[in-house]
């Protein structure tokens, strides 16, 4: 940072962070809970519990993250599955 910036604002970004955290929660437990629908309702119709496509669909969507992105997406994926999820 040179002498003519302004330093940035600690306590704003803080809240930013704890407000994106706190919809980043919310929005991975409607994940969770869709995407249990979803495999409940396979399965109660004889589908199986995971459909491999739909799934490397995910994994490419969040690969612009890099490597971590890949283990986002698999945790995603994973807690969707529930306690027994692989
Ligand atoms: C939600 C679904 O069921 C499973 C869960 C997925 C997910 O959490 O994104 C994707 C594919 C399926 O393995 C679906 O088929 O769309």
Redesign the pocket.
């Known amino acids: 940072m040179n002498s003519t910036e302004a330093a940035p604002d600690i306590d704003a970004l803080r809240e930013e962070i704890d407000q994106l955290d706190a919809e980043l929660l919310r929005m991975v437990k409607r ?1 969770i809970e ?2 249990k629908i ?2 409940a309702a ?1 399965m109660a119709a004889g589908g ?5 496509n ?2 490397i669909d ?1 994994i490419n969507r969040y690969k612009e993250l890099g490597p971590e992105g890949h283990n986002l997406a698999m945790i ?2 994973k807690l ?2 529930g306690p027994l999820g692989r």
Do not use: K, N, Y
Request: glycine fraction near 12%; charge should be positive.
């Open positions: 994940r869709i995407s979803i495999g396979r199986t519990r995971i459909v491999h739909r799934e995910v995603l994926l969707g599955r």
